[in-house]
């Protein structure tokens, strides 16, 4: 049974990446209030600063590969559930280098960009939407 509520809630906002939950964790002992921090949490993907320097802070744009990668997955998958070798193949095909997309995509794996579904792979929506908004 999935989990519903303010915890349900909280996993969707965060995605459950540490920089996110150290946030809410955070803003729950200054403000004390579960519904503020959550509706803050969700102020991320409206705020094109916050959610700028959220996609910055997960280390996906530190290097031009990782991030020519990332956006290849968006663009190929849009957010749709991807296989790892297909996952290689999109980010190959916009490098011309297999060994090189495996590389990247290895890379993202490390950064937690996915989302698992079995063996199948998905972008993870926090972070594909705060990419979104910024272009």
């Known amino acids: 049974m999935a989990a519903t509520g303010p915890q349900a809630r909280l ?20 403000l004390g209030d579960p519904d503020e921090v959550l509706r803050r949490l969700a102020g991320l993907r409206t705020d094109r600063a916050e959610a700028r320097g ?15 990668g990332y956006r290849a997955l968006d663009d ?15 980010v190959a095909l916009k490098i011309d280098d297999e060994d090189g997309a ?23 929506p926090a972070l594909r939407e705060c990419v979104a908004l910024n272009g």
């Open 54 to 68: 959220f996609a910055e802070a997960t280390g996906v744009y530190s290097d031009p590969l990782p991030a020519a």
């Open 11 to 30: 996993h969707d906002l965060t995605g459950g990446r540490p920089l996110l939950v150290d946030r809410a964790h955070r803003l729950h002992e200054e």
């Open 102 to 124: 495996r590389w990247i995509v290895n890379c993202l794996d490390t950064l937690q960009v996915f989302d698992r579904e079995d063996t199948r792979l998905r972008l993870e």
């Open 76 to 90: 190929e998958f849009k957010g749709g559930l991807l296989d790892p070798e297909g996952a290689v193949t999109a």
